[in-house]
């Protein structure tokens, strides 16, 4: 077998991972935790907008989200406990489909309420809905880590984030449609739907082996005495357990910096595009379909990319890719209203988001304890997304600071630290081994 030959048969091992039957399992859970989000921001916008509430009320509407970033203050409940009835499918399972069942019904209510007339109503059932899909998020993203290897994560975060974007699909474009036939009440019924996908994934996927074993510890003593022992194992444990772990101080400050250069574009991408002359329709057009599909396609290599390379050298690859995409909208800046180049430019960027997407939740998913998967997981992925919001928020006074190109040019530039301390972290490992 000559060179060529070996390099082949490497790549297609990569990629046998993707006829594992536990992949639709992934596709099933992500389509259920990305449908519920557009039905609590984009879409519920514009059934407020068609029901006559004030433009600053619907901006305040985006506050129902933030149970998303606080999911970390509950998760250690969700690790630990059991639930009554729902546990006999397992620790996992049990929590899916008793998070799944509560957002059905939280659509329900949604769906049964007049905006204009009970708006209160509507705000308390849309946190509910947020509540029960954040806590749906704790229980999948360990599902996931727990069913999967290291070098298997990268593929089974793509799988996930392609179900997820279908989830987006499902009650972004589609409900949209809807809503041009039916009315808005109608059409939150039948999104309620979705959470069937997510039922019926639960009774077809098993357990994590290491959750069939799981037995709920016993505390005896006082009700007092039994409160300090679970808060003692199932809040103060994870984050001592993640301080056990050398250079934990430098993968936090990696964490915070790898996905900078996306994050800090993302809010003035869309300002941009304007800005340059394209119609909300031709931006629709591009970001939505090519972009979509360039980021499940990215997502895909990028998963093949880890299962071949292995988790580090799968970080670099897609952080250098980051770097190099986002240098191309400097093209973008001084091409104008040039819808091809757009459309390079935009494709050629989700691609390398997803890849980066891919190998990120991969050394995510490495670093968590599988005594304490939910907990840690959700710690990593809220806190980042907190402290990378308060960074990109600057990013409009830094374009009218410097103009287009040269923000671009420094939002490229904004990868490299998080390569450096991808340097030092991967560096000391190899110390370590040695």
Known sequence: MDKGQKMLQKWLNAIKIYADRRMLIMTGFGFSSGFPLMLVSGTLSLW??????????????????????????WAPIIDRVRLPLFGRLGRRRGWALFTQLVMMMALWTMASINPAEHTCWLVLAALAVVGASASQDVVLDAYRIEMFRPKEQGAAAAIFVLGYRLGLIFSGAVALWLASY???????????????????????????AKDRLYKEPKVRGSYRKRIKEFLKKAVIAPFSDFMQRADWKLILLFVFLYKMSDAY????????????????????????????????????????????????????????????????????????NNLYVLTACISLDNIAGGMSVAAFVAYLSSLCSVAYTATQYALLSSLMTLARDAVSATSGKMVELVGWPMFFTLTALMTVPGLIVLYVIEKREKQRQI
Do not use: H
């Open 48 to 73: 407020l907008d068609a029901s006559g509430i004030s433009y600053a009320l619907i901006g305040m509407f985006s506050l129902v989200k933030t149970p998303y970033s606080f999911k970390w203050l």
């Open 182 to 208: 039916m009315s808005w009440n109608e059409v939150y019924w039948i999104m309620s739907l979705g959470a069937i996908v997510g039922m019926v994934t639960v009774f077809a996927a098993r357990e994590p």
């Open 265 to 336: 574009m993302g809010p003035m991408a869309n300002v941009f595009y304007v800005k340059m002359g394209f119609t909300t329709a031709q931006i629709a057009y591009v970001s939505k379909f090519f972009g979509m599909l360039a980021t499940i396609a990215g997502g895909i290599v990028g998963g093949a990319v880890v299962s071949r390379y292995g988790i580090f050298k799968s970080l670099w690859i897609c952080g250098v890719l980051q770097g190099v995409t986002t240098l191309v909208f400097v093209g973008q800046a001084y091409a104008g």
